[in-house]
């Protein structure tokens, strides 16, 4: 997760934008008006300050509605009666604002799940299918993931990957790029200069259909095996303001559609599930 360079915006579908809105409209008032009696007063009201990166179609200041994450997050604390605001930076600055003792961030997302004691993970806001892209001509042929490590593969800094690979990646048996974000991997696989890299799907189907990207997509494909389906969480500081707004989303997440916002934004920009 990560840094991307100015990027033109896909149009959505004519019409199916107004359709994202009015099911997400809807979603939000079956909620509310179904149910006020279980929305705190408006007193009561807080704002969630969080921080995140650039990384279409999950997150982005220049997405509709914030990404697909900020969409479901957001229907999750309305659903409790708070707010949510996000303010985005490239990734390795995010993960240092967030560490800040006087930061006003009580977490960042979108993160894998990995074992730390700094931090305590929401429940799921989506999933990530995590993959590699390679040149069309010249697929990655494996099995197991040590199989791997016959290849150069371009992974972001600061990035977890899975386990597995990034175990393989510490103890140097995984040769690997660094690149400063997924954009930069793409150019990276397209001209030869790694055999592949490390994204996820949704994110490699969105940038390479961006104007400046466009003329390498006949030449890269997303390897047909899958490294793993990784859930995405918020990570929040494992200290009692962070734990209690853990648990406040939470309560949220289990009172909305998650599927039927995904499928909904998925369909506006016209990607696969």
């Known amino acids: 997760m990560w840094s991307f360079a100015k990027q033109d915006v896909v149009k959505p579908k004519p019409g199916v934008m107004a359709m994202l809105q009015g099911m997400f409209g809807q979603l939000i008032c079956s909620l509310f008006c179904v149910i006020p009696f279980a929305i705190p007063s ?14 279409p179609p999950y997150t982005g200041e220049k997405l509709q509605q914030g990404g697909v994450t900020v969409v479901i997050i957001t229907a999750a604390m309305n659903a409790v009666g708070h707010q949510v605001k996000v303010d985005y930076y490239p990734w390795s600055r995010v993960l240092r604002l967030v560490k800040r003792d006087d930061s006003i961030y009580r977490g960042y997302f979108p993160e894998y799940l990995y074992p730390t004691e700094d931090y305590v993970f929401s429940d799921p806001v989506g999933h990530s299918p995590l993959g590699l892209i390679e040149q069309a001509d010249f697929p990655l042929k494996w099995q197991q993931v040590r199989d791997l490590n016959r290849y150069q593969l371009g992974v972001v800094q600061d ?3 899975t386990y597995e690979l990034d175990g393989m990646i510490a103890n140097g048996s995984q040769k690997v790029e660094l690149a400063n974000s997924d954009e930069h ?41 899958l490294l793993e389906l990784r859930s995405l969480h918020i990570a929040f500081k494992n200290n009692p303001e962070g734990i209690k707004w853990r648990d406040t989303l939470n309560r949220g997440l289990k009172q909305i559609d998650q599927d039927k916002i995904i499928q909904a934004y998925w369909t506006a920009l016209a990607l696969d599930d």
């Open 159 to 161: 990035y977890v990957n």
């Open 185 to 225: 991997n793409i150019q990276k696989v397209a001209t030869g200069r790694v055999q592949g890299a490390v994204i996820d799907r949704h994110v490699f189907n969105y940038l390479v259909d961006q104007t400046h990207l466009k003329p390498l997509k006949n030449k890269l494909q997303f390897n047909k095996q």
């Open 42 to 55: 408006l007193a009561k009201a807080e704002t969630l300050h969080l921080t995140s990166l650039n990384w």
